[in-house]
């Protein structure tokens, strides 16, 4: 059975960092763009970033580019998102998703398209 397992997640101050993991198991990884989504109660789900199969191209929105890094490890099937300079903003639950690689542009890829999602982890930016 496929599943994606964040972790990582939890409470930081402005301007710390925290690293994100995304364990996954049941389907051939190397093979599947990982997306990185969040939300805020009230508010549309966030996409965040995106990193292609074969250690392709990443791809970050406005909001979190040059403070977030995505990264992959095929070897052991998971996906992390190195965050730093946090502001309170970048509060709210974060997912990773899981979606077939058919050659397009990760950040092309919606978010109803991703076949199979994590249950999310929290992360707070407060003082």
């Known amino acids: 059975q496929e599943q994606l397992v964040e972790s990582g997640g939890g409470l930081v101050q402005p301007g710390g960092s925290l690293t994100l993991s995304c364990a996954t198991s049941?389907?051939?990884?190397?093979?599947?763009?990982i997306g990185w989504f969040r939300q805020v109660p009230g508010k549309e789900r966030e996409w965040v970033s995106c990193?292609?199969?074969?250690?392709?191209?990443?791809h970050y929105g406005d909001s979190v580019k040059g403070r977030f890094t995505v990264s992959r490890d095929d070897g052991k099937n998971s996906a992390h998102l190195q965050m730093s300079r946090l502001k309170p903003e970048d509060t709210g639950v974060y997912y990773c998703?899981?979606?077939?690689?058919?050659?397009?542009?990760?950040?092309?890829?919606?978010?109803?398209?991703?076949?199979?999602w994590g249950q999310g982890t929290q992360v707070t930016v407060s003082p």
């Open positions: 990193i292609s199969s074969n250690y392709g191209d990443s």
């Open positions: 998703a899981a979606d077939f690689d058919s050659g397009q542009l990760c950040s092309d890829v919606h978010e109803l398209e991703y076949e199979w």
């Open positions: 049941g389907f051939p990884f190397q093979y599947y763009i």
